[in-house]
């Protein structure tokens, strides 16, 4: 045999051979190779339907003349209308987050939605302040890191 045939069939010989070792590598490591221990799972704590127990986010305040006022305006809005402008209005009129979420409490027509959660009321500020970030609610839930 020539030379170049016997360094053709060495160099087959020796990727084949190295080839056939890693493949056989990796198959002693899918066999060999440790199983994760199984994990204690942690009970889901209960669920409540009271937004009080459950993910507080506003404390219920009493609400001032003018921000109910405002709010009711709101409210009276028709549905099929929009009331972003009264909205707005009142979220300068309230002067805190918390007593524009119980204004809100107090007139859930205001976004139309029934059985308001505190989530509700947090994405129904943050639609507003996007609106009219320098009002007073959206001051306050601003520095509370509502919005």
Known sequence: ???????????????????VGFVAQLTLFAVVAPRPE??????APPVSSSPIEHNAIFETVPVSGACDAAM???????????NDAEIALAA???????????AI????????LSGLTDQDIQWAMQAICFQ????????DAASRGLI
Do not use: Q, W, Y
């Not at 069939?9 to 051979?17: D, L, P, R």
């Not at 009219?132 to 001051?139: F, G, I, K, L, M």
């Open 1 to 19: 045999m020539s030379d170049k045939r016997l360094l053709s069939i060495a160099i087959a010989s020796t990727v084949g051979a190295a080839i």
């Open 38 to 43: 199984p994990r204690e799972e942690t009970p």
């Open 72 to 82: 009711a305006e709101a409210a009276s809005v028709p549905a099929s209308l929009s």
């Open 92 to 102: 300068d009129a309230c002067l805190t987050a918390n007593e524009f979420a119980s």
């Open 105 to 112: 409490r107090a007139h859930p027509d205001v976004i139309g």
């Open 132 to 139: 009219v970030p320098s009002s007073a609610t959206c001051t």
